[in-house]
């Protein structure tokens, strides 16, 4: 006898699914739509000190009201165009206080152009100098936050003898630097929650991730797709696939976080997309059955691009190798976390025959769309 109360309908498991692909197109449409600042600091002598911030430039085209500029076009002299404006809003929300008393900040021209995760960035540098010399500086930032709660500001401060590194957010607005009281838990704090956020920003993890976790519910048999009938193996499956793939980044991230290796970024992030189109291909036309070796392999090439990330974030200079475990961390905790909300799901729809027969190749074939296009667009 069925009992309606506790049996999964096949539509509700359909639903199910649909929706955790939507969730996974919308990240891809908007993959690195985080938005983030980053400002570092040289703070050796306390008298004329350097600067520089760097800020997404759609953002500012929101803060200061300049319209859509086609940002994938986006040309230096564009930004510089809108210099006079940048700067002068720049000053109005980012100040430099030590004892009470104000600093001065005096940028010091042209804007420049970088980039992250495929995101235009405004580059502004500076001068700054304070009237008293203090251990403790305090940054004040509001900038951005009025248009975008969500949005944060990594600072790193370095001076002759060691390295700050903090975050402002909307509720704080300030951060103060204390040399005196480098925290270790503050950076292990820092790296571990920058680690679980790119984990989520970095949709082409994401998609390898998923796409090697399809089938991790399911057996070849006869050239068809079968549900599991051992629990233990699926659990077995899944963990042999993320720690495959822990290991393996783990290995590059901290190799090229360290420069014991120097990859090219543009191959890694191709290698990448490519990784994910042919994981996902391997579960529509099955060449390799066990995805532990494969998920190694192809972890290599992912551990180089979590290390580009960590790259931009910058490392404490006297906790480097603190600033790199903290981050693989994070990026572990982001994959568990998407590993218990995806699974169950799996073994849930692995029970159907509609999932088994036409589920795992219409995930992939999406999954093999979005990284063909990477693949063109990174080539």
């Not at 509700?12 to 600042?37: C, E, K, P």
């Not at 950076?187 to 082409?204: N, R």
């Not at 391997?282 to 972890?299: D, E």
Request: hydrophobic share 45%; net charge negative.
């Amino acid at each position: 006898m069925k009992h309606p109360h506790t049996t999964l309908s096949v539509s509700a498991v359909f639903r199910y699914i649909i929706a955790t692909m939507w969730i996974l197109l919308a990240g891809y449409a908007n993959a690195h739509q985080t938005s983030t600042g980053y400002l570092n600091l040289d703070t050796k002598d306390m008298q004329i000190n350097k600067g520089q911030i760097q800020l997404r430039w759609s953002d500012l085209e929101t803060s200061l009201a300049l319209g859509d500029n086609t940002v994938k076009q986006l040309l230096l002299a564009e930004i510089q165009s809108q210099q006079t404006a940048v700067v002068s809003y720049l000053k109005k929300h980012m100040h430099f206080m030590v004892e009470q008393s104000p600093c001065i900040i005096t940028f010091t021209p042209p804007l420049q152009v970088s980039e992250h995760f495929d995101e235009h960035y405004m580059v502004a540098n500076f001068n700054w100098s304070c009237p008293i010399e203090s251990e403790q500086l305090t940054i004040n930032y509001s900038a951005i936050f009025q248009q975008d709660n969500a949005h944060s500001l990594l600072i790193y401060v370095e001076d002759n003898n060691s390295s700050v590194s903090g975050v402002i957010k909307k509720e704080d607005e300030s951060f103060v630097v204390d040399f005196t009281q480098a925290s270790q838990w503050e950076t292990f704090t820092l790296y571990v929650y920058q680690g679980v956020l790119h984990i989520f920003m970095g949709i082409d993890h994401i998609l390898f991730l998923i796409a090697l976790l399809l089938t991790c519910a399911l057996s070849r048999e006869e050239q068809h797709w079968k549900q599991a009938t051992n629990n233990k193996s699926v659990y077995k499956n899944a963990a042999w696939i993320v720690t495959a793939f822990t290991l393996a980044h783990s290995l590059t991230l901290t190799a090229t976080a360290m420069e014991l290796i120097v990859p090219n970024s543009r191959w890694v992030e191709l290698g990448i997309a490519i990784s994910v189109l042919l994981t996902a291909l391997n579960n529509i036309w099955p060449v390799i059955i066990r995805l532990g070796w494969i998920t190694f392999a192809f972890g290599l090439l992912h551990g180089m691009g979590f290390a580009g990330v960590l790259g931009e974030l910058g490392l404490a200079r006297d906790q480097k190798l603190l600033s790199i475990l903290s981050f693989n961390l994070g990026v572990e905790v982001g994959q568990l976390m998407i590993l218990i909300i995806v699974l169950p799901l799996l073994i849930l729809a692995s029970k159907r025959n509609w999932y088994q027969q036409y589920g795992v190749k219409i995930g992939s074939a999406m999954i093999a769309l979005i990284a063909l296009s990477w693949s063109v667009q990174r080539f």
